[in-house]
């Protein structure tokens, strides 16, 4: 069949969420974001596998009602099978395993961080093969060289915090609450990025680091707050707009190694960081002055979601790639 109707399910941290793929697009995408972590400032993986549970159910509804499909006309499976939390993780491939049992259907295990990279393929205009993805999530931070669909290769990572986890600590940092990365983002938009300036980390080959950029973060705003405890009320928004413009600046000089290194410019950009306005906009600049082509998703394919992992389970069916009820949840 090469049309057939999937039913993806990405359930690896904190975001519910369910897809139908079908005649031959993502029809549906359907995301619930889990709020109870907020008083928490982080993910708590136990509240977050029960909240799965609570959401499982409706959510799947949801993305059917929303494609117009019902359960008896789908004709595979699909879920995050790894990396992420695997209490999270267990909830969407039980549930999906569940109903492939119940409905006598195959299933397909998905790794969410290929997904998010093939995210770039669920609107046209697609990127030509071979092309480099820069992965920017809650949890990694990637270059990605991309072969072909399924054949993707890490060519670079961050040793250290994840681009995500450097916007989300700067945030807990200002006092704003979790996630944080997308006030850092709205403060931003407000400030002057010139105002401070922190320090690009020599890391070398096509890896990241940000533990450095975080360190000297925490030291400039003690030191600032002793001469005035109202700094960073009175700052916010030249703060954030300076360590953006740092997180933002030491990616994408990264990425423009990597495109010198092999030669190639069709450039995608993914994960829940590439909702970042400020590094949308200085990648189009970058894209302007290097003759790349630049993909980015839409907003709503950018953070988790379960529209990547239908079109990266899509692809993997018409590769035959299937899996066995067998199939367990996999933390890394
Ligand atoms: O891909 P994702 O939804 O989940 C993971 O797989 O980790 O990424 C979540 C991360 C969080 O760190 C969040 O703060 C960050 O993406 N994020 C942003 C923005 N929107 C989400 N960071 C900066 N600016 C944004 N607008
Ligand atoms: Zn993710």
């Given at each position: 069949?090469?049309?057939p109707?999937?039913l ?10 369910a897809?139908?793929?079908k ?6 995408n359907?995301?619930c ?24 159910v409706?959510?799947?509804?949801e993305?059917?009602?929303q ?5 008896e006309?789908v004709d595979?499976f ?6 992420g ?6 909830v969407?491939?039980?549930y999906?395993?569940g109903l492939?049992?119940?409905m006598?259907?195959?299933?397909i295990?998905?790794?969410h961080?290929?997904?998010h990279?093939?995210?770039n393929f669920?609107d046209?205009p697609t990127?030509?093969?071979p092309?480099?993805c ?26 250290d ?6 916007f989300?600590?700067?945030?807990k940092?200002?006092g ?5 990365g ?8 407000l ?9 690009e ?15 000297s973060?925490l030291?400039?705003l003690q030191?600032?707050?002793?001469a ?8 916010l928004?030249?703060?954030c707009?300076?360590?953006q413009?740092?997180?933002?600046s030491i990616l ?7 495109s ?5 410019r ?6 829940g960081v ?7 906009q200085?990648a ?31 692809q993997?069916?018409?590769k035959?790639e299937f ?9 890394r």
């Amino acid at each position: 069949m090469q049309n057939p109707t999937i039913l993806a399910i990405e359930s690896s941290c904190d975001d519910t969420s369910a897809a139908v793929f079908k005649n031959g697009k993502v029809a549906s995408n359907f995301i619930c974001n889990q709020k109870i972590h907020e008083q928490y400032g982080g993910v708590v993986p136990e509240l977050a596998s029960r909240d799965h549970l609570k959401n499982i159910v409706p959510v799947v509804e949801e993305a059917l009602k929303q494609s117009n499909t019902k359960l008896e006309h789908v004709d595979v499976f699909a879920c995050t099978v790894a990396p992420g939390l695997i209490g999270s993780l267990m909830v969407g491939v039980c549930y999906a395993k569940g109903l492939a049992m119940a409905m006598n259907k195959p299933l397909i295990g998905v790794n969410h961080m290929q997904a998010h990279v093939l995210a770039n393929f669920i609107d046209e205009p697609t990127p030509k093969f071979p092309c480099l993805c820069l992965t920017v999530s809650g949890g990694h931070t990637q270059i990605v060289l991309i072969k072909n669909f399924l054949e993707q290769e890490v060519i670079g990572e961050t040793l250290d915090d994840a681009a995500g986890e450097a916007f989300d600590k700067t945030a807990k940092m200002l006092g704003l609450p979790y996630p944080g990365g997308p006030l850092v983002d709205k403060y931003a938009q407000l400030g002057n990025p010139k105002t401070y300036d922190f320090p690009e980390p020599k890391i070398a080959d096509l890896n990241f680091s940000f533990s450095g950029l975080k360190t000297s973060v925490l030291y400039f705003l003690q030191k600032q707050k002793l001469a005035n405890p109202n700094f960073v009320e009175e700052n916010l928004n030249d703060i954030c707009a300076s360590v953006q413009q740092r997180i933002v600046s030491i990616l994408l000089n990264k990425l423009n190694k990597a495109s010198i290194q092999t030669g190639i410019r069709e450039i995608c950009i993914a994960g829940g960081v590439s909702a970042n306005s400020g590094l949308r906009q200085m990648a189009a600049d970058f894209a302007k002055q290097k003759n790349w082509n630049l993909y980015i998703p839409k907003f709503e394919y950018c953070t988790d979601n379960a529209g990547m992992i239908a079109i990266t389970a899509y692809q993997k069916y018409l590769k035959n790639e299937f899996d066995d009820l067998d199939l367990s949840p996999m933390a890394r």
